[in-house]
Nanobody, 126 residues
Framework: QVQLIESGGGLVQAGGSLRLSCAAS????????TGWFRQAPGKEREFVAA????????YYRDSVTGRFTITRDNSKNTVNLQMNSLKHEDTAVYYC???????????????????WGQGTQVTVSS
């Protein structure tokens, strides 16, 4: 069983930055895809960013493109999300997710992923 633990959330002013980290335990292959999702109160969980674990392909939702950057370190089983120029609408619980399948056909879909972290709260004041 793969376990994912997020950290790095907190309170930040609009325009500020936060760096989220996801630490993975268990056996992850180099072919898995890892993603970040977020969920605000009363809203559905939505895609934020994803990365092929051993590749260079990254994916972002339009509203964070140019502001957020997803990276990973295969040797440490970690994936990070650097969030810059934060906006109030970025406020949500952020979740790390991993796909156990070697082929992720829909990395932007929450239904693609099999393992989820507990979430970390990001609050952007305005």
């Amino acid at each position: 069983q793969v376990q994912l633990i997020e950290s790095g959330g907190g309170l930040v002013q609009a325009g500020g930055s936060l760096r989220l980290s996801c630490a993975a335990s268990g056996r992850l292959s180099t072919s898995v895809t890892t993603g970040w999702f977020r969920q605000a109160p009363g809203k559905e969980r939505e895609f934020v960013a994803a990365i092929r674990w051993s590749g260079s392909s990254t994916y972002y939702r339009d509203s964070v493109t140019g502001r957020f950057t997803i990276t990973r370190d295969n040797s440490k089983n970690t994936v990070n999300l650097q969030m810059n120029s934060l906006k109030h609408e970025d406020t949500a619980v952020y979740y790390c997710a991993a796909d156990k399948d070697p082929i992720a056909t829909t990395p932007r879909s929450k239904f693609e992923y099999d393992y989820w972290g507990q979430g970390t709260q990001v609050t952007v004041s305005s």
